[in-house]
């Protein structure tokens, strides 16, 4: 009686990682609602999965006792004659212009107006103005909306059918209804991001971040994107249209797995969940919403799946073309582990394949009911034109920035052969721009091989930085570019040559071209200095970050990631708890940088020691060529890395290498700094 008593149960699937809280009831109740939620969270169910009850919670909430006594007292505080607390009543805060018991002046639309104050729990329907109350805020409904409290303890807030609004003409954007939708779609794609995060499972996605997604137009175009990593959202339009081109028959609650990177796809870790988006009744998908997942382990030679010094895609884990992980809101979980376990060298972690999977899922179903909120309250075909024109507007943009730009050429060496060259022709007038990679290096015998996929990405990514305005990243971009790459060079292979370094490292390189031949920023480190590390049972990935190239304006930062990838690294907390290792030291590399009139930033030094035996690999670049500076700017400092080992002894390592490691012995790994720009005036 002194209170209120709520119980709560923690329910999961068995055998996965998210926990749903529901109110106690009677079993058949409690099901429902769990998988209510799990819809809604997720986007499907699994009624022949067993349902855990992982925990049970009872929460109580009272007055605090107090030391006054008697009559008055008792009063004072809401006691009644029994000296027991009387029903707690909620502390109404409103505006400091309350003109009268129950009212408030409100200002709104230009007017100033009396408005009732209207207590949450009394809500039915209500129009405005008012002012709801509630116990944790107060929503201010101003005249021409109306309130609606539903069943679940929302407050629906819509416009009352006496207000006109304006009709969203077609023929040509708005350029305030423009930016407006460029915020809206990049929303989408943040919405998205945020439940991938928040329903993730494995370090690599939920800590590291290392993870896309993205909004697409009905032909695979990309419309808009949250801040995640460039190297993938300049290329999942190509996985979005593999999906569709492999599957003429869509549904909704369809959604595929894709990490064919001569489809689409980037490098086989890197797996692309794709989900349709339909108007009301139509039996053709208008949008799409993918979302792209770097998973730790997908199989292939070395835990980890980034093996140094893979030949062949086989050895690089298990090819998902574009096969269905759920269809009719089911998840497909015995075919997808189907999948998960062909091929010579199978996933090591299906269970967090799968789990990861569900939460891309899930991510996918945040972005699909953003869009269809933005249909139902515009209209499909307003949806659909300020798609085009975002991308028109983006166009434009980059059109205007190349008319700044002149014809150049770059040259960048790789460690380990091949060479990346570009000739840069712009076409000021007509605002276009010719890439022209076909001089770059044969496909190589090593895993340094990017699909054509990789250059448009990192051809996306430079023009967009070379915009002044506030667009979001989208294909539009490209409209202006032409891309040559030659068949047969390390910049368009052929299956089944490997490829897991093109994504990291090769993408890095060609950005450097770019911005060499445009004559814009020096090169960066160059590397992405993929660190990974496990077993059989744990497996573990990493980035590093190194320096950042100068510019004519300013100089290059120290310790970032650089371009093409936006991930960050495993809090130390959560990485020691998780695996046999200790983080003894994460530093700035002081004096990296290359010197010049902008000095470049310095890298990063990193030494973890092992707790157990595992097998360790690096691969990485620019350690026998060292990022160049430009405009007479000096070059930084290469990587280095050396195995500390337990029993003393030191040991060089390459800037590719795979090592047993053993209890006690420590991996120092330090990075490149970037580049130079400008001469310093002589003394």
């Known amino acids: 009686d002194d209170g209120a008593l709520t119980r709560t149960l923690r329910l999961r699937y068995d055998g996965a990682d998210a926990e749903l809280p529901t109110a106690l009831g009677p079993l058949a109740e409690v099901k429902v609602a769990f998988e209510t939620a799990h819809r809604r969270l997720f986007g499907f169910v699994e009624p022949d999965r067993t349902i855990v009850i992982a925990s049970v919670e009872a929460e109580t909430t009272a007055l605090p006792p107090s030391p006054l006594s008697g009559e008055k007292d008792r009063e004072a505080i809401g006691m009644g004659e029994s000296g027991r607390p009387s029903p707690p009543v909620r502390p109404t805060a409103v505006h400091p212009s309350q003109v009268g018991e129950g009212e408030v002046l409100m200002f709104a639309h230009g007017e100033t107006t009396t408005a009732p104050i209207v207590a949450a729990e009394t809500l039915t329907t209500l129009d405005g103005p008012a002012l709801i109350v509630r116990p944790d805020t107060q929503i201010a409904l101003p005249l021409g909306w109306r309130a609606v409290a539903e069943a679940d303890g929302l407050i629906r807030l819509t416009r009352a059918g006496g207000v006109q609004t304006r009709a969203i003409a077609l023929d040509r954007p708005d350029p305030i209804t423009l930016e407006l939708f460029n915020r809206r779609f990049m929303g989408v794609a943040e919405a998205m991001g945020a439940a991938l995060e928040r329903t993730a499972h494995s370090v690599n996605i939920k800590e590291r971040l290392d993870f896309s997604c993205a909004l697409f137009d009905e032909g695979g175009g990309l419309v808009a994107n949250a801040p995640h990593m460039p190297v993938h959202l300049g290329s999942m339009g190509a996985s979005v249209r593999a999906v569709r081109d492999r599957h003429p028959t869509l549904k909704p609650g369809d959604a595929f797995a894709l990490n064919n990177p001569y489809a689409g796809g980037t490098h086989l870790p890197d797996i692309t969940v794709v989900m349709p988006v339909f108007m009301p009744g139509a039996q053709t998908a208008a949008f799409y919403v993918a979302?792209?997942?770097?998973?730790?382990?997908?199989?292939?030679?070395?835990?980890?799946?980034?093996?140094?010094?893979?030949?062949?895609?086989?050895?690089?884990?298990?090819?998902?073309?574009?096969?269905?992980?759920?269809?009719?809101?089911?998840?497909?979980?015995?075919?997808?582990?189907?999948?998960?376990?062909?091929?010579?060298?199978?996933?090591?972690?299906?269970?967090?394949?799968?789990?990861?999977?569900?939460?891309?899922?899930?991510?996918?179903?945040?972005?699909?009911?953003?869009?269809?909120?933005?249909?139902?309250?515009?209209?499909?075909?307003?949806v659909a034109a300020y798609m085009t024109f975002v991308q028109q507007n983006a166009t434009?943009?980059?059109?205007?920035?190349?008319?700044?730009?002149?014809?150049?050429?770059?040259?960048?060496?790789?460690?380990?052969?091949?060479?990346?060259?570009?000739?840069?022709?712009?076409?000021?007038?007509?605002?276009?721009?010719?890439?022209?990679?076909?001089?770059?290096?044969?496909?190589?015998?090593?895993?340094?091989?990017?699909?054509?996929?990789?250059?448009?990405?990192?051809?996306?990514?430079?023009?967009?930085?070379?915009?002044?305005?506030?667009?979001?990243?989208?294909?539009?971009?490209?409209?202006?570019?032409?891309?040559?790459?030659?068949?047969?060079?390390?910049?368009?292979?052929?299956?089944?040559?490997?490829?897991?370094?093109?994504?990291?490292?090769?993408?890095?390189h060609v950005v450097d071209a770019l911005y060499a031949a445009l004559g814009v920023m020096a090169n960066a480190q160059g590397s992405m200095n993929n660190f990974t590390f496990g077993d059989e049972t744990r497996q573990y990935y990493e980035t590093l970050c190194g320096g950042a190239g100068a510019t004519a304006d300013a100089d290059g930062a120290s310790a970032v990631h650089t371009h093409m990838t936006n991930s960050r690294l495993t809090d130390p907390e959560i990485l020691e708890r998780r695996f046999p290792v200790r983080v003894e030291t994460y530093a700035i590399r002081r004096g990296s940088g290359g010197d010049g009139l902008r000095r470049g930033g310095d890298g990063a030094v990193r030494r973890i020691r092992f707790l157990a035996p595992m097998e360790a690999a690096l691969l990485s670049t620019r350690r026998d060529h060292a990022p160049q500076g430009i405009a007479g700017g000096g070059p930084a400092l290469a990587g280095e890395q050396r195995l500390f080992g337990a029993d003393g002894a030191v040991k060089e390592l390459p800037g590719c290498f795979s090592v047993t490691v053993q209890l006690g012995d420590v991996i120092e790994i330090k990075t490149p700094g970037g580049g130079g720009f400008g001469s310093r005036p002589a003394s």
């Open 291 to 382: 979302a792209r997942g770097h998973h730790a382990d997908v199989g292939g030679v070395q835990p980890g799946s980034m093996p140094p010094f893979s030949k062949t895609i086989d050895e690089e884990g298990v090819m998902l073309d574009a096969i269905p992980i759920m269809r009719g809101g089911g998840f497909l979980e015995a075919d997808t582990r189907a999948a998960l376990a062909t091929g010579r060298w199978p996933s090591r972690a299906p269970d967090r394949n799968i789990a990861d999977l569900k939460a891309q899922i899930a991510a996918c179903q945040a972005g699909a009911a953003a869009v269809a909120g933005m249909i139902d309250g515009f209209g499909g075909d307003v």
């Open 396 to 508: 434009a943009s980059v059109r205007r920035a190349i008319g700044k730009l002149s014809n150049g050429e770059a040259r960048v060496p790789m460690d380990g052969g091949g060479q990346i060259v570009v000739v840069t022709t712009v076409d000021a007038e007509a605002g276009e721009a010719t890439l022209d990679f076909r001089q770059s290096a044969d496909q190589l015998p090593s895993n340094f091989n990017a699909p054509s996929a990789i250059v448009d990405a990192a051809a996306l990514y430079v023009f967009r930085t070379l915009v002044d305005d506030d667009i979001p990243l989208n294909s539009g971009c490209l409209a202006p570019l032409n891309i040559l790459t030659r068949p047969g060079s390390m910049l368009a292979p052929a299956s089944p040559a490997a490829v897991v370094a093109g994504n990291v490292e090769t993408s890095q």
